[in-house]
Nanobody, 127 residues
Framework: QVQLVESGGGLVQTGGSLRLSCAASGRPFSSYGMGWFRQAPGKEREFVAAISRSGANTDYADSVKGRFVISRDNAKNTVLLQMSSLKPEDTAVYYC????????????????????WGQGTQVAVSS
């Protein structure tokens, strides 16, 4: 089992920045690829960003490329999502997720691949 706890959400104005943090506990954190997903009211959950076990490989949804940065610290069992130039359409509940990864370079962009999920943290961007 892996437990994931997100933090760092809040209300921010358009153009502002937030940093989300996900703290993991349980099985060795470095065995998992990590991802961030989000779900806005009335919409399906969507992929935001992913990072491989080693942290060397990342991927982003087109809607956040150039604005969001995912990173991880395996020594601290933490994955971060630095969000900049926020837009009202970024408003959503953001979820951290973990997927068993057998290769240091692998990650996943499909939510169905993920094994563990956090409870989510709300991000609201005002116009």
């Amino acid at each position: 089992q892996v437990q994931l706890v997100e933090s760092g959400g809040g209300l921010v104005q358009t153009g502002g920045s937030l940093r989300l943090s996900c703290a993991a506990s349980g099985r060795p954190f470095s065995s998992y690829g990590m991802g961030w997903f989000r779900q806005a009211p009335g919409k399906e959950r969507e992929f935001v960003a992913a990072i491989s076990r080693s942290g060397a490989n990342t991927d982003y949804a087109d809607s956040v490329k150039g604005r969001f940065v995912i990173s991880r610290d395996n020594a601290k069992n933490t994955v971060l999502l630095q969000m900049s130039s926020l837009k009202p359409e970024d408003t959503a509940v953001y979820y951290c997720a973990a997927v068993r990864a057998y290769s240091p370079s692998s990650y996943a962009t499909m939510g169905a691949r993920y094994d563990y999920w956090g409870q989510g943290t709300q991000v609201a961007v005002s116009s």
